[in-house]
């Protein structure tokens, strides 16, 4: 049984929505109060992800809540409805926040971070921007909460205000608003005026549309690909390395909890609710994009090869790992888009561990650089330990959740006849290995960069640095033995398909 309020799911996602900018306002009044300022972000976390058990718990039973805030034109309006792949974003989201928010306290004060309560501030507004795309019922209440969580981040990527953070911030921006403008935009009004809707509608509502024939399912296709540059999907990916300028626990919270993470659900939820699986499963429009969305696993992966900040590099690994959503999509069968579903969700896990360890190894000894980390393992063993862990659900190894969405996209590959993904698969994650791993075994068997052999003293992360990622960790492993749950709760997504 899950933890639920004695509330109507509907009701539910108004104040999962609503909490996270009471907490915003409540906030103001804490910069002088570094104690209240975190247990009111604590607090709203909390109520956060117990409204959105709520919703989880109503979807499970076969419930789809609905709210509408109001409708500007028929088939344009500002609402809300819970579906599966919705609910298992939102409960990630959500519950990641939490994590992410304990994370954040030890990370902040261990580094005497400046400017800390318009920090917390701005993630406020982030979560709940980041649930009301997951809560989206339509193409434009999407498009309104996807600009808005690109605004409530950038003041987060650019936190340390100094040159190189502003640069980030223009890259970041740039890119974001510039794709949504220019790409996704034209994409939505387009698909409305063939439509007279922008509803998401299991089955998709562009199958039956009459003009989708000829170049123009590719073109739209390729605008809402790219429209949704936080997906990252190669060229638009500077974006997501320019941003590792921020504090580590932004960084986490782009990869694992928000950004990125709402750009591949976008793509996703885009292909089942506005194309159909049917429809893409049936059309050469996916082809040329199966093999960017390819071309953009093996890329990243090479360039992650070559990147000695680790931040960076677990950039560029996620710009190649979560490029297997789109893969997933595209390959428009069941396996494929399970495929890419499970991969949001152990993803998630993965690589906000590895991200937080990244932190915690700054924290404690401010090392950055993967050649500076030599003997780090001695001195930070229980960090270095989760670290591996989240690497090897990264690279798809069991008892890791990785490895299910692997196996689900692989399946996907052989049913649709491109073997050739296969191959793709297995290279990426043989890189995977070197490019992960590697600085695991720099930090345990390289020796210690003045060549002494004398013991080393322990300088392991502040526990509000180090508890979180364990509790990650662990949760790739129970994943792993529960992703036939995730898998069934997700089925309804493919319809008759």
């Not at 989880?56 to 076969?62: E, W």
């Amino acid at each position: 049984m899950l933890p639920t309020l004695p509330l109507a799911a509907e009701d539910a996602i108004l104040f999962a929505l609503f909490i996270p900018l009471i907490g915003f306002f409540g906030l103001m009044f804490t910069s002088k109060s570094p104690n209240l300022r975190e247990g009111v972000t604590l607090t709203f976390a909390v109520l956060t992800f117990l409204m959105v058990l709520t919703i989880l718990a109503d979807v499970i039973a076969g419930g789809r809540p609905s709210v509408t805030l109001f409708e500007m034109l028929p088939g344009l309006s500002i609402s809300f409805t819970v579906e599966p792949l919705g609910a298992m974003f939102a409960t990630i989201a959500s519950g990641l926040f939490i994590v992410n928010s304990c994370y954040s306290i030890g990370y902040m004060r261990g580094n005497n971070e400046k400017h800390q309560t318009r920090f917390y501030m701005c993630f406020a507004i982030a979560i709940a921007a980041a649930l009301g795309i997951a809560f989206a019922g339509n193409l434009l209440t999407f498009f309104a909460f996807y600009e808005l969580l690109t605004i409530s981040t950038f003041p987060l990527v650019t936190h340390k205000r100094d040159e190189k953070a502003r640069a980030g911030g223009r890259v970041y921006l740039g890119i974001l608003v510039g794709t949504s403008i220019g790409l996704l935009l034209p994409a939505v009004i387009w698909t409305y005026v063939m439509t007279g809707t922008t509803d998401f509608t299991l089955g998709g509502i562009l199958s039956d549309a009459p003009d989708m024939r000829g170049w123009v399912p590719v073109v739209l296709l390729g605008l809402f690909l790219w429209g949704v540059g936080k997906a990252a999907l190669m060229p638009f990916h500077p974006w997501l390395p320019n941003a590792m300028v921020a504090p580590t626990p932004v960084s986490a919270f782009l990869h694992a909890v928000a950004v990125v993470k709402a750009g591949v659900f976008g793509v996703l939820k885009i292909a089942v609710y506005v194309f159909g699986v049917d429809y893409l499963s049936g059309s050469s429009a996916t082809d040329f994009f199966l093999w960017v969305a390819g071309l953009s696993i093996l890329l990243a992966s090479a360039i992650a090869m070559t990147q000695d900040n680790l931040k960076s590099r677990l950039a560029y690994s996620t710009i190649s790992q979560l490029s297997y959503v789109t893969l997933g999509a595209l390959i428009a069968n069941q396996m494929g888009v399970l495929g890419g579903a499970t991969q949001i969700a152990a993803h998630a896990l993965g690589k906000m561990t590895l991200f937080m360890c990244a932190g915690a190894i700054y924290t404690s000894l401010h090392k950055s650089n993967i050649s500076e980390m030599r003997g780090t393992g001695r001195q930070m063993p229980w960090t270095w330990a989760a670290y591996i862990i989240g690497a090897c659900s990264i690279i798809g190894l069991p008892p890791m959740a990785g490895s299910w969405p692997k196996f689900y996209l692989m399946l996907g590959a052989v049913d649709r006849g491109t073997l050739m993904l296969i191959i793709v698969l297995i290279v990426s994650s043989l890189m995977n290995i070197v490019y992960l791993l590697a600085p695991a075994a720099r930090a345990f068997m390289d020796p210690r960069p003045d060549g002494s052999t004398g013991a080393i003293r322990m300088q392991e992360a502040p526990l509000f640095c180090l508890i979180p990622a364990y509790v990650t960790a662990i949760g790739t492993i129970i994943l792993f033995f529960f992703m036939d749950s995730l898998v069934g709760f997700l089925e309804p997504i493919l319809g008759a398909s």
